[in-house]
């Protein structure tokens, strides 16, 4: 093995530790979703936007990703009392909630986001 394959391999393996502590990993989208679109229609029928759910998908984990590390600084913030983290946390919590509406996107059911009932 070359060394260029050698650190890539390193590269790749540290990416994914990184990403497995960070709470990522490596989600993926639903198998029957890979190559199709998601389309916006209005009342009459007329296509007003079409997406590659590919891309939509990234976007909604994208949207996780950020609430997680939002997450992160609150809890992490000294100078926020105990009470105005839970209530900043109770909002996050509620937009996991409304979140829930898109885990038919994911092939993991791990992976689906979890509201304040933890269901989902």
Sequence with gaps: M???SIYEMVVDAVRQALADE???GKIRIA????EGDVIFKDGDDREVKKVEAAVFFKKVTSVREQL??????INNNPALPAADKAELQAHITRCYGSLTTFNFLF???A???KG?????
Excluded: S, T
């Design 31 to 34: 198998k029957r979703f890979v």
């Design 111 to 113: 992976d689906h986001f």
């Design 107 to 109: 092939r993991e059911e």
């Design 2 to 4: 070359d060394e260029q």
């Design 68 to 73: 997680r590390v939002l997450e992160q600084k």
């Design 22 to 24: 960070a709470g990522g």
């Design 116 to 120: 304040a009932g933890g269901k989902d």
